[in-house]
């Protein structure tokens, strides 16, 4: 794989796609960055951005991880020592995951979002910018409540980090497309370059394949859960024969193998007893998927490897969230 398909593997778009193009020519020295507003247990959401960071990795780009505890203040997450407990732990729980130490940099929000000339950028950014504007980059972030003043400062702030972190690729789920793109048309009146932004697409839901699959309401896979839980979970999990159901579903097993298994190991081998025809393996998704839609691979021998190669994924993680819980 090329540094431009590593890089835009499992994307769902760059932009823009000709500022990718050129980003990947030389990728060597260049800072792509994800933010994440703490929390204690990391789930599936955060590891799919994750995928892509260890991608960037490969290629060549520094990788920065802002643990924005500002940003959870705002976003009304908890006192500020709550949310600075749980950063330490999801900084722990990335680097047992995959993320390169020595090649991340972890960057607290707090750490220059208070000073003087960032908070001037932002008052500046608060005049050019219009209510609605905030508001609608908001709404795939926090949705489900009365907006309070914090709400439209939080993506303007998020603006301002691509500058002040001095990025060259902003990465983040779709979700985060609204906020990219204000920052792309509003840094310019501040004198701040325009930079390209990277989405992950946001998988559906586990049970139904339905909507999007989040920790705040359905089902996902966290840190927390142990192998069986994860069995559990996965047995449950909606998988039609199809690779693309019928209608606004997607097939959340497939989606699983897709983002969260292919990029982390070379090989997927399904056990399969031999009188059923003895052990499937898979070197790519697309096989993976062909054989599941002409039923060479039944969705329940899918499934329970599924389970097991998610459960390798968390295993490190898991291990270090008991550590912190144990008292360490
Ligand atoms: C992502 C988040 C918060 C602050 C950021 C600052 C700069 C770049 C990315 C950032 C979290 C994200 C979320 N808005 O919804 O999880």
Redesign the pocket.
Known sequence: MNTHELMTRNAEEVVTAAEGEALAEDPDGKRA?????PSGVLHLGHLLTANKLIDLQEAGFDIVV?L?D???YL?GKGTFEEIRETAKQMRAQFLAYGLDETDTEFVY?SSYQLEDDYVLDLHTLEVETTLNRAQRAMA???SDETPTVSHVV??L???L??EY?D?DL?V??L??RK?HMLARDELPSLGYDVRPALHTPILGDLSTGEGKMSSSEGVTISMEDDREAIEEKVNDAYCPPERDPEGDTVNPVLELFQYHVFPRFDRVVVDRPAEYGGDLEYEDFEALADDLESGELHPADAKTALAEYLDRLIEPGRERLATFRSGE
Request: net charge negative.
């Open positions: 960055y994800v933010g994440y507003e802002l924005a500002v940003h959870a976003n929000g795939e972030i926090q939080y993506p702030m998020q603006a980090d691509i972190l990025i902003a983040g789920g979700d985060q906020v």
